[in-house]
Nanobody, 126 residues
């Protein structure tokens, strides 16, 4: 089992930055693909970014390309999401997710991931 805890959310003005962290416990994440999703009120959960177990491959959703960067520090068992040039439409609850590297499937889909954190709220004011 992998337990995930997100942190770093908060209230920020448009154009500002935040860095989210996802701390894992229970297992080391060096063999897990990791991802970030977000969900705004009244909307479905949507893909934000994913990073492969090796860190060699990252994929980003179009709305965040060029503004968000995901990275991982396997020694710290932590994944990060650096969010720059934030927009009001980025307001959502952000979730971290994990899936074992041996799993096959589409990494941009929520159902690929087996483990989820409780999320951290990000609110961007205009």
């Amino acid at each position: 089992q992998v337990q995930l805890v997100e942190s770093g959310g908060g209230l920020v003005q448009a154009g500002g930055s935040l860095r989210l962290s996802c701390a894992a416990s229970g297992r080391t994440i060096n063999l897990y693909h990791m991802a970030w999703f977000r969900q705004a009120p009244g909307k479905e959960r949507e893909f934000v970014a994913t990073i492969s177990w090796s860190g060699g491959t990252t994929i980003y959703a179009e709305p965040v390309k060029g503004r968000f960067t995901t990275s991982r520090d396997n020694a710290k068992n932590t994944v990060y999401l650096q969010m720059n040039s934030l927009k009001p439409e980025d307001t959502a609850r952000y979730y971290c997710a994990a899936a074992h590297f041996s799993k096959s499937g589409i990494k941009t889909l929520a159902n690929f991931y087996d483990y989820w954190g409780q999320g951290t709220q990000v609110t961007v004011s205009s």
